[in-house]
């Protein structure tokens, strides 16, 4: 017997965590990429790490391949409807369990193949996450809505303006800097927001006390003129964000220096014809605007 | 010819070697949760740094290396040693370990030799590792930890030297 079978058959492989840690991983990779290289063409999506695993416990080599294990183009991906084709559902299951939070949807007593078409953009300042969900009633986002304040690291829920039909969005804000983790598995279709200890952290990434720098505008109700600026500045993915006042700001993208933010924000004045609404803001991890 | 490669063809091919990359750093931490650990900051290192791979063909080798580094990494900021596996914690018992008398005595004293990497260093046990679990050649290792090769096998020695001795009460 050689060593390195061994190795192999003796040592116990924890798989299906091992596979989780290497996106992990890699997820924090691309979210210290992104961060050195925040442009316009790149969403401020802080931590947004994303899989699709065709089956539920052992994802298949054709799955890696194919899956684009790798979060910004999957994310990117996922802008244009991650989730299944089908929205067909007559219901909701929602489990939150400690940090995590899992949503399955039921049609005709069993769960369905694939979840609702959905999206996620993730913010470090302040430290939330942007989800929009097709096809969903009121009543479901109030269960679900429910659900995630129970969740461990949530500080508070909110809904948001979507400018596409049948399609709730809403921000989960964090009470800390957290790395998030989403995972869509088919057959059954399931939907996880997991989040994770700062013990991720590394000395490349954002600490929670650091000012991170964005566009805005001055607070608004949401109504038509906020979602006029909304459609006005939707090349930019901007996120909506509730103010300490409780009213709304757009937020357009994330940078490490106020001279980033400032040069971005020339770039759009000539893009926008002088994009009058927006201005230099900052803040960090926990910060809610003014 | 070089290749380069792009990070989807490096998450596929992490996948493929994940249990190798996570059976090294297991043999330096003989933790379960560290290890995953290791792998995980080794994986973000590797993707991060994918432009210094020369080649795709050297792809294991030169994660082998950041999964070695990061392990020893990892030992020094917590500052503390590996367990000795009392419990065998992941490992067959040692007394299963010699039932299996079809496995020849091989078994055994690769358990035994497992078993004694806990005294080297960090850095000793890169040598064990890569050269008797691994199974590269001195060559080898000698490229992937950038290292004279003569100074690969003298120090290989020595780390097996000192196993020995451990190992015979010596």
């Not at chain 1, 997820?27 to 790149?42: D, F, M, P, V």
């Not at chain 1, 809403?170 to 995972?183: A, G, K, W």
């Not at chain 2, 039932?99 to 091989?106: I, K, L, V």
Request: proline share 3%.
């Amino acid at each position: 017997m050689d060593a390195e079978r061994f190795a192999y058959e003796n040592i116990e492989i924890p798989d299906d965590r091992l596979v989780q840690a290497i996106y992990a991983g890699m997820g924090r990779a691309e979210r210290i990429r992104r961060k050195k290289r925040l442009s316009a063409s790149l969403t401020a999506a802080a931590a947004a790490f994303a899989l699709l695993f065709c089956s539920a416990n052992i994802p298949s080599v054709y799955a890696y391949a194919s899956g684009l294990p790798v979060v910004g183009e999957f994310v990117r991906a996922l802008h244009i409807g991650g989730g299944g084709k089908t929205t067909l559902h007559e219901g909701i299951s929602v489990e939150v369990v400690d940090s995590e939070l899992i949503v399955r949807f039921v049609n005709q007593g069993r769960t369905t193949d694939t979840v609702v078409p959905y999206r996620v953009q993730g913010h470090d300042a302040p430290c939330r996450i942007d989800l929009s969900l097709k096809s969903l009633t009121e009543e479901e986002y109030e269960k679900l809505e429910a659900q995630i304040r129970e969740m461990k690291g949530v500080s508070d829920v909110y809904r948001t303006l979507s400018l596409e039909k049948d399609t709730v969005s809403f921000t989960i804000v964090l009470n800390r800097l957290y790395d998030y983790e989403v995972m869509e598995q088919i057959f059954p279709g399931t939907l996880s927001v997991r989040l994770f200890q700062d013990a991720y952290y590394t000395a490349e990434e954002n600490a929670p006390e650091q000012q991170v720098y964005y566009l805005r505008t001055e607070g608004m109700e949401q109504d038509d003129s906020l979602r006029a600026l909304l459609e006005k500045y939707k090349a930019e993915e901007p996120s909506q964000v509730r103010t300490q006042e409780g009213s709304f700001i757009l937020a357009i993208g994330e940078f490490d220096t106020r001279e980033e933010a400032e040069k971005r924000l020339l770039e759009l004045q000539e893009s926008y014809a002088g994009a009058a609404e927006l201005q230099v803001g900052s803040g960090m991890a926990k910060e809610v605007p003014e | 010819m070089k290749r380069q490669i792009g990070k989807h063809e490096f998450a596929e091919k992490i996948m493929e070697n994940r249990k190798r990359f996570y059976c090294i750093a297991y043999s330096y931490v003989k933790n379960e949760q560290d290890a995953l650990d290791i792998v995980s900051e080794a994986s973000c290192k590797g993707l991060l740094h994918l432009k210094d791979l020369d080649s795709a063909e050297y792809f294991v080798t030169w994660m082998t290396r950041i999964i070695v580094n990061t392990s020893i990494d990892f030992i020094r900021k917590n500052s503390r040693l590996a367990p000795l596996p009392e419990d065998s914690g992941g490992y067959p018992e040692a007394a299963q370990a010699g039932e299996a008398s079809e496995t020849g005595p091989d078994r055994e004293s690769l358990m035994d030799l497992y078993n004694a990497l806990d005294i080297l260093e960090p850095e000793e046990r890169t040598y064990i590792v890569l050269r008797y679990f691994e199974a590269y050649n001195f060559r080898e290792i000698a490229q992937m930890l950038r290292l004279p090769e003569s100074t690969v096998k003298s120090r290989s020695y020595r780390a097996l030297d000192k196993m020995k001795r451990h190992m015979t009460g010596g």
